[in-house]
């Protein structure tokens, strides 16, 4: 641990206690009698060990005092950041799961995402899903939202509201010969993408930022993605969409696009492969396609719940990680049935669980790696690890204060474990009863000021 040299900057809080996060070449680092100075900023201006006080007051100018002690079962941790989460499926989570990808689509999905052009059913869903992941535990979510362009800036001005960090995207498609009322023309889509980011930047909104969205290649025609591609690539935006999630739709892609090597060439080919792109699922990818997700920079976002729910697939992350792709967690409402980042770090052990059992050569992920593609790997993922994913000085202090001894919680404390037991018996047993607080860029967001 190391002070920094922030000193210009006052501190407006000071946390003592056990803080555990990731770094690039730990899983798991635990830093027990710590303590963590957040400037007026939201930003880390220190994090020293607890020997240290009194040095620390007086370059940084606070008392004794004014320090929060953290109990005995608590530590502070990363916010969770959730790298695929659809907003506008949120009233429908937890059903509707008895088809593949493409009926489910059909069935369910685009008439539900229809309705959004009624702003006052968008506000609805919109609060509540940033509430929920909130209350979960997500600092930072990457949403899809629908193709009407005023519901979707609006999910941006909840997001603001609440405090998340997010990147909301505006969906884009062309295509879409089952519920020919859910689509755009290309004028159109092209047209309400760029009115989309230009009123979203506009608002200057200091978390929130738009990212360029088209569906999945079987919804966009070459012509939009191309499109796409040069708007992300002039306004240098995050993109987001699907890649491989299913067989069925790897084959469609095939069928739609016989000019293309793969399902990642498509993308690659109109210009969404960028290192501020972020594509779900990834199940059936080639080592090849990992490879140019590797050379451009590109990310996953692994969405176990999703993939068993519809009967998708399973990701190997392992290969993933050795393919040294960066990947990141999501939850994928409503394919993925619960809203919470700890269901996703739950699924992904059990994910690499049952790889295992089909190859016992297979190296099942540890709970400390799943930890660190929860926090880390998330921001990694979204090119935002600048900014946030672990305790680093400089960063914005987005982060959960956890008491795994949380009244009426769901997690009995037999013996006195250690801080390493309390995380692992948190990620495997854990719900928003355990999470206390919840901090963006240094500003409590949880519990709710309204």
Known sequence: MANSDRHNTAVAHVYKGTFVHSTQQTALQILEDALLGVDTEGKIAFIAKGEELEKLTQTFGFTPSEVTQLAQHEFFMPGMIDTHIHASQYSYAGTALDMPLLEWLNTYTFPVESLFNDLEFARKVYNHIVKRTLRNGTTTACYFATIHTDASLLLG???????????????????????????ESIQESQDETCRFIKELLNKKYPLVKPVVTPRFAPSCTGALLGQLGAIAKNNNLHIQSHISENVEEVKLVKELFPESESYTDVYHKYNLLTDKTVMAHGCHLSDKELDLFRQTGASLSHCPNSNFSLCSGILNVRNVLEHKVKLGLGTDVAGGYSASMLDAVRKTLDASKVLTIQDREHGTLTFEEVFRLATLGGSQALSLDDRTGNFKVGKDFDALRVNVAAPGGPIDLIQNDEPKILLEKFLNLGDDRNIVEVFVAGRKVVPFTE
């Open 157 to 183: 001005e909840i997001a603001n509201k609440f405090g998340q960090r997010a990147l909301v995207g505006k969906v884009c498609m062309d295509r879409n010969k089952f519920v020919e009322h859910y689509k």
